[in-house]
């Protein structure tokens, strides 16, 4: 299988700023929601669906092959491989601190 870099819908209001932290959601239809927070939004919506690519072409999450996808990566991948509606919205901006 290759990867589709359009799996999932990308929602974010225009008044939001990604470089910013915030607080983001991945819904995955008919399995659940995952609500995360970023210190830069921008870099970390990137980073999941990067965490899909590298769990089809068999690299490891970090350098240290030890350490496994975690359970949202793994949702997301089957998720990506059964065509299930995927959608990541960016919910808010936050100061870092909350």
Known sequence: MSF????????AEPHLDLRAPGI???????V?????KA?????RIRA???NVRRMIVGLSWHS??????????????????K???VTLSVLENCPSDN
Do not use: C, M, Q
């Open 48 to 50: 999941y669906p990067n």
């Open 32 to 36: 659940g929601i995952y609500i995360g």
């Open 64 to 81: 240290d092959k030890k350490r496994d996808f975690r359970k949202i990566h793994r949702a997301l991948r089957e998720a990506h491989d």
């Open 83 to 85: 065509g299930l509606v």
């Open 24 to 30: 983001y959601e991945w819904r995955i239809d008919g």
């Open 4 to 11: 589709r870099r359009d799996f999932y819908t990308f929602n």
């Open 39 to 43: 210190l830069k939004l921008k870099s």
